[in-house]
């Protein structure tokens, strides 16, 4: 491993070996998104919009990239190859890598609030009460909707804090990449194969 590079792993439908092959690249497709969340993928398409939009930012967004590619930071916390899904061991410049706090991703998942620390969230419970509020969760979807948008306004800017890491562990950092170029992959485990065995 180079020290401009770092490893990430990734699960994939094993039906990205063909692009990969063919074209020398994967990206995500933004249906694979709807196809994975089913009904409720219309409210998770906002929050993966939303954190499209951000992590472009960060690292530059090739044209035809619609969603980024999600990947551990460990094999040892990489979801395991099963039918129908390779996982692709990537070495990866480092200046293309977006990572991010995984455990945070849950508070823009559900469209709340995203408080800096334990003193925050308390002050922004406060902040609830006086309004006479007791759910923050419906703020996007539910009674509130469209009724405080400067509520909306302060949870959208507070989810920005996914982006900063407090404790970095294999368990909540993930590294996502925009997309996959066969120059990355070293390795293809498919499933039966012992992922485990590749921790470097």
């Not at 990430?8 to 990206?27: A, F, M, S, V």
């Not at 061991?89 to 293309?96: Q, T």
């Not at 948008?149 to 368990?171: A, G």
């Amino acid at each position: 491993m180079g020290q401009d590079t770092v490893r990430l792993y990734t699960r994939q439908n094993d039906k990205t070996l063909l692009p990969l092959k063919r074209q020398g690249r994967i990206i995500n497709q933004r249906i694979y998104v709807e196809m994975h969340f089913g009904d409720i993928a219309p409210l998770f398409l906002e929050s993966y919009d939303w954190f499209t939009k951000e992590a472009a930012r960060r690292v530059p967004k090739p044209g035809d990239v619609k969603a980024p590619i999600w990947c551990s930071i460990s094999a040892e916390n990489c979801l395991k190859p099963i039918d129908g899904t390779v996982v692709y061991v990537l070495e990866v410049p480092k200046e293309k890598v977006i990572y991010f706090d995984e455990a945070k991703w849950d508070y823009v998942l559900n469209r709340i609030y995203l408080p800096k620390d334990e003193q925050d969230a308390a002050s922004y419970r406060e902040h609830l009460k006086l309004l006479g509020i007791s759910n923050g969760f419906e703020f996007f979807e539910g009674r509130y909707k469209g009724m405080y948008p400067e509520e909306e306004r302060r949870i959208v800017e507070s989810w920005k804090r996914v982006f900063e890491i407090d404790n970095w562990t294999i368990f909540n950092v993930c590294g996502n990449i925009w997309e996959i170029m066969e120059a990355y992959v070293q390795k293809i485990v498919y499933p039966g194969e012992d992922l485990e065995g590749l921790k470097y």
